[in-house]
C-alpha cells in the first residue's frame, strides 16, 4: 500500500497564517494552537491538491484567492452550538428581560451575533414566540450573524437532525420543527413562520463596521469573545453595545468575563447585562 505524506506545519508558515488570523478574525493563536490549524488546514490543502503549507500560503495570500480565505476561516473557527445551550439565559429572557423591555415597546429586535449554525438565533425565536402568545400587537425580528460562510449557509437550510434537537422539550418540537417526510430520514426542518423571524447575515465581530442599521433590546454573544485576546474583547463589546437600544440586555458565554472592562452596562446576573 503506498502511504502519502501529510503535510507538517513549518514555523514559518504558521506565523504567517496565526498573524493573519488574529488580526482579520480575532481568534488567539498562541503556539499551542499549531498542532490544531494543521490538522483542520490539513483539510484545506486536500481538498485543493496542495502538498505543502508553503504553496498554501502562497495561494490564500494571493490577491485573487479571496474564496480560499472563506474557506481558511471556516476551517478554523470552531461552531460548536447546541439547542438550550446554557439553558439559564433562556430563563431569564422570558422571566426578566423580556417582561421588563414590553412595559415599554411591542416591537423587539433580536440580535444572536456568531450565530454559528442557527441553534442559538432559531431558539430565541421559539422562546419570543412563547413569551408573544396572547399579547396582541407584539412582534419581533432576529438578525442572526456569523463570519463563517458554511454555517450562515447551515443556518438558512434551517435543516437539523433529530439528535440536535435532543434536549428541546416535545412541544417545542412539535411547534416548531417539520419532520421529513421520509420515514427512514432523521432529518428535521424548522417550520416556516420561524424561519421567516431569523434574517442570517455575514458579519465580521473584528471589523469597525458592522453595516448594521438597527439598535437591538435583546443581543446574545456567546462564547465567541473567549477566542479573542482582552484588548479585542473591550473593542467588540463596545460596538455590540453600541448597537443597544437603552434597555436592552446583552448574554454573553457563562465562562466569559466582563471584569476591567467599562462596557457602561450594568450586571443583573453571571454573564447577564443590562444598558440603562
Ligand atoms: C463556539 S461558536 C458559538 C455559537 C453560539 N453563540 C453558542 O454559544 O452556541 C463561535 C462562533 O463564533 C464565530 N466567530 C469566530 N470569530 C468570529 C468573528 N471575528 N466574527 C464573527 N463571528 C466569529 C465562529 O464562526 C463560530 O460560529
Known sequence: MVQTE?????????QKLSQFIESEVGIKM???????????????????????????CDH????????????????????????????????????????????????????SAASSTGQEPYNLAMFMEEFRRGKSGLDYSITATDISKSCLEKGRSALY????????????????????KDPGSDQVKIKKHLRDKVHFQSINLMKDDYGLRDKYDIVFCRNVL??????????????????????????LGHSESMAGINSGLTSLASSIFKKD
Not at 490577491?63 to 439565559?89: C, G, Q, V, Y
Not at 437532525?161 to 417539520?178: E, M, P, R, S, V
Not at 479585542?232 to 437603552?246: E, L
Open 226 to 251: 473567549i477566542y479573542f485576546d482582552r484588548d479585542n474583547q473591550i473593542k467588540v463589546i463596545n460596538r455590540i453595545v453600541s448597537h443597544m437600544n437603552r434597555g436592552g440586555y446583552l448574554f
Open 6 to 14: 501529510v503535510p507538517r506545519l513549518e514555523e514559518k508558515e504558521f
Open 60 to 111: 490564500v495570500f494571493k490577491e485573487s484567492s479571496r474564496e480560499e480565505l472563506i474557506d481558511m476561516i471556516d476551517a478554523i473557527t470552531t461552531n460548536k452550538t447546541d439547542f438550550m445551550r446554557e439553558p439559564a439565559h433562556f430563563d431569564f429572557l422570558v422571566h426578566r428581560a423580556l417582561p421588563d423591555i414590553s412595559n415599554n415597546k411591542n416591537q423587539f429586535k433580536l440580535w
Open 161 to 180: 437532525t433529530l439528535k440536535d434537537i435532543d434536549d428541546l422539550t416535545l412541544d417545542f418540537k412539535k411547534k416548531y420543527f417539520l419532520k421529513s
Open 30 to 56: 498562541p503556539p499551542a494552537k499549531k498542532i490544531l490549524i494543521e490538522s483542520r488546514l490539513q483539510k484545506r490543502l486536500k481538498k485543493l491538491n496542495i502538498s505543502s503549507f508553503k504553496e498554501y
